[in-house]
């Protein structure tokens, strides 16, 4: 399926491409329905074509915003807007979320493909020794829509600790625990067993503070052992997704995302009336089973294969 297209038809140029990508006008006239290629490249060289108010030549290229006449009346083009790009990524311990560190530590957009305009923008993030899903996307509006407060996007995490959460610890992280930057709390905790003192626990946070779950345990006098993100919002991390992956979604999930977002009118209703009447909400899994079931929007954006 083509990046993204000029009157439904197929364009070669990925969608961040757009600002920069041209056509050559006899075609894109032809596109518009005016006639044949050659038929338009004749009736360029008749003179019969104007771009940006100057005569047009047969070589002539358009882009997006060039004002386009023939025969004295304005051609509309209907460029078709570019759908974002969305990448998913298993953050291995021992990288960070930035560009730029003073100590050369190996960072995650190392692994990430080359975007010929804009760049990859971090969904989020991860501290060093936290594993796990990262997402990534050339739409900032979209990054906006997953991370600010205000919507209240879930994190889904695995969490391994040295000894066990009692039922007076578990009821405290549900009614909030004061830490240095104010009051953080979990939406749901469920234990998912474990061996001896190692002790695994999924949890459902709406924040995206800084080492949150890890002050949440240190407050509790408990120690992480390990963290993974096993879910953003709609998107869970499927069991193939070996440390160290990427995998862009396609188009179709693209579209789901941003509904799913509220970037599409309406859409927001929508998906917390969804959530609201879903049976498993807030239900968490072991690290091997994510994305099996559960999120009533997992089914639509988890990774070929993983579908259900």
Do not use: C
Request: proline share 5%; glycine share 10%; net charge positive.
């Amino acid at each position: 399926m083509p990046r993204y297209s000029y009157m439904g038809r197929p364009l070669k140029a990925r969608p961040e491409e757009l600002e920069d990508h041209s056509e050559k006008l006899h075609k894109v006239l032809a596109t518009a329905g005016m006639g044949s290629r050659r038929e338009m490249e004749q009736l360029i060289a008749d003179g019969r074509v104007t771009l940006n108010g100057q005569v047009a030549k047969v070589a002539d290229r358009v882009k997006p915003g060039d004002l386009v006449k023939v025969n004295g009346k304005v051609i509309r083009l209907g460029w078709k807007k570019q759908l974002p790009r969305v990448l998913i990524y298993h953050k291995q311990e021992g990288e960070i979320v930035s560009r730029d560190d003073p100590e050369g530590r190996k960072s995650v957009f190392d692994n990430l493909p080359p975007v010929r305009s804009g760049r990859w923008i971090s969904i989020g993030r991860l501290d060093f020794n936290t594993e796990g899903l990262l997402i990534f996307t050339t739409d900032g509006e979209l990054a906006n829509h997953l991370t600010h407060p205000r919507y209240e996007v879930e994190r889904e995490y695995a969490v391994r600790l040295i000894g066990a959460l009692d039922a007076a610890q578990m009821n405290s992280l549900l009614s909030g625990v004061e830490l240095d930057d104010g009051i953080a709390k979990v939406d749901k905790i469920v234990p998912a067993g474990g061996e001896g003192v190692n002790q695994w626990y999924h949890l459902i946070i709406k924040e995206g503070r800084n080492r949150e779950v890890r002050r949440l345990m240190e407050h509790l006098g408990l120690t992480v052992s390990r963290l993974i993100r096993v879910r953003f919002g709609p998107i869970a991390m499927p069991s193939r997704l070996k440390r160290g992956m990427k995998e862009e979604l396609p188009e179709e999930e693209v579209e789901a995302l941003l509904r799913w977002s509220g970037m599409v009118k309406g859409a927001a209703e929508q998906r917390k009336s969804e959530e609201s009447a879903s049976p498993n909400r807030g239900e968490t899994k072991r690290p091997d089973a994510v994305g099996k079931v559960g999120h009533p929007y997992r089914r639509r954006l988890i990774n070929k294969g993983e579908r259900q």
